[in-house]
């Protein structure tokens, strides 16, 4: 079984920025796939960004240029670094991994994005 749990989320002014951080333990299997998910009020849960055990990205229209998805191996954590953040950004954001043994999701941190 794995676990993720999230921090870094807050209450930032609109063209500000966050970082989240994601940190996974228990049953990790190497090759995986971590990323990060948001869900606003009143909408479903959208893909923000993702990134494999071998590096390689991909990030939603909406975030792209402004967002940047990294992780390190070794603490089996995953990062989000957020500028010029929107209203529109505001949100829950979920961490999530997916492997060949199946898949996990943290319980969300809330990013609130002021204008």
């Known amino acids: 079984q794995v676990q993720l749990v999230e921090s870094g989320g807050g209450l930032v002014q609109a063209g500000g920025s966050l970082r989240l951080s994601c940190a996974a333990s228990?049953?990790?299997?190497?090759?995986?796939?971590m990323g990060w998910y948001r869900q606003a009020p009143g909408k479903q849960r959208e893909l923000v960004a993702v990134?494999?055990?071998?590096?390689?990205?991909n990030y939603a229209v909406a975030v792209k240029g402004r967002f940047t998805i990294s992780r390190d191996n070794t603490k089996n954590t995953v990062y989000l670094q957020m500028n010029s953040l929107k209203p529109a950004d505001t949100a829950v954001y979920y961490c999530n991994l997916q492997s060949s043994r199946g898949y996990a999701w943290g319980q969300g941190t809330q990013v609130t994005v002021s204008s």
């Open positions: 990134i494999t055990s071998g590096g390689s990205t």
């Open positions: 228990g049953n990790i299997f190497s090759f995986n796939t």
